[in-house]
């Protein structure tokens, strides 16, 4: 699966990540490997410089980097990926990681949690149990004499 002739990487229905605002790098990747893993330079990485994107608009720009900030190198964000033995699969794994990484930084806050109180009945029921529980434990005790 050639990724040739992909426009770019679609994060979502509105923003689509030009493949002429990405890089690749490759090298040997560590691990097993047999005969080829001197040869192969099969680790990719794929690097993205999110501070200079053209398709971000400001608001997202400012989300990105502060929800990334600790991933990103002077605004680029690099992904690396060398799980596979195989180049193409490994390009493939970072491309999804990057799309993934920069949906979820992109994702609107949760709204936050609206604090609320126990009501009348639930206090009530609760404490009814706590004295059953009270009772219950306080028929097991042995008998006092007094």
């Given at each position: 699966m050639p990724s040739a002739h992909r426009p770019g990487l679609r994060?979502?229905?509105?923003?689509?990540?030009?493949?002429?605002?990405?890089?690749?790098?490759?090298?040997?990747?560590?691990?097993?490997?047999?005969?080829g893993v001197n040869t192969?330079?099969?680790?990719?990485?794929l690097v993205w410089d999110a501070a200079n994107s053209a398709v971000l608009s400001p608001h997202q720009r400012n989300r990105l980097l502060d929800r990334l900030s600790g991933r990103l190198v002077d605004g680029v964000l690099t992904i690396a990926a060398s799980e596979h033995r195989a180049q193409l699969r490994n390009r493939d794994a970072a491309r999804d990681r990057l799309v993934a990484l920069v949906a979820e930084a992109l994702r609107p806050p949760a709204p936050p949690r609206r604090p609320t109180a126990p009501t009348r009945g639930s206090?009530?029921?609760?404490?009814?149990?706590?004295?059953?529980?009270?009772?219950?434990?306080?028929l097991r005790r042995p008998p006092r004499d007094s």
């Open positions: 994060v979502s229905s509105g923003l689509t990540i030009p493949e002429s605002e990405l890089s690749w790098r490759f090298s040997r990747s560590s691990g097993p490997g047999g005969q192969a330079d099969s680790r990719a990485e206090k009530e029921r609760r404490l009814k149990a706590k004295q059953r529980r009270t009772e219950t434990k306080n």
